[in-house]
């Protein structure tokens, strides 16, 4: 049973704020949720409620004119908003992962 071990990935209150002139201040704003060991969570949203956001903040991927905070992802405990990019690096393939929305544009058959 894995409900007593901690989680593996953890978001808790995270915001990514929109660039100034957007038609909303954040893509999300107050996300928490937390993933154990063995365990599967689906997101599900509308078109635009920022899933991929979400997905893209944990990998470290967003692009510069989105900015993630406040808020915390820690991966196994460790920060990923405080991590230097080339750890990002690390821990893509390794401890984490992710199948973006065109999958044929992005794995290659």
């Known amino acids: 049973m894995t409900d007593n071990l ?3 990935l953890v978001i808790d209150k995270l915001h990514v704020a929109l660039p100034p002139g957007s038609d909303r201040p954040y893509a999300i704003e107050n996300v928490s949720l937390s993933i154990h060991p063995g365990k ?12 991929s956001v979400m997905a893209t903040a944990i990998m470290g991927l967003l692009p510069r004119e989105l900015q993630p905070g406040p808020g915390r992802i820690l991966l196994r405990g460790e920060s990923l908003l405080d991590a230097p990019a080339q750890h990002l690096r690390a821990l893509r393939g390794q401890a984490m992962g992710m199948v973006f929305q065109e999958p044929m544009t992005a794995l290659n058959p």
Do not use: D
């Not at 599967?40 to 899933?51: A, D, H, I, Q, R």
């Open 40 to 51: 599967t969570l689906c997101v599900v949203g509308e078109s635009g409620s920022g899933k």
């Open 6 to 8: 901690a989680p593996v």
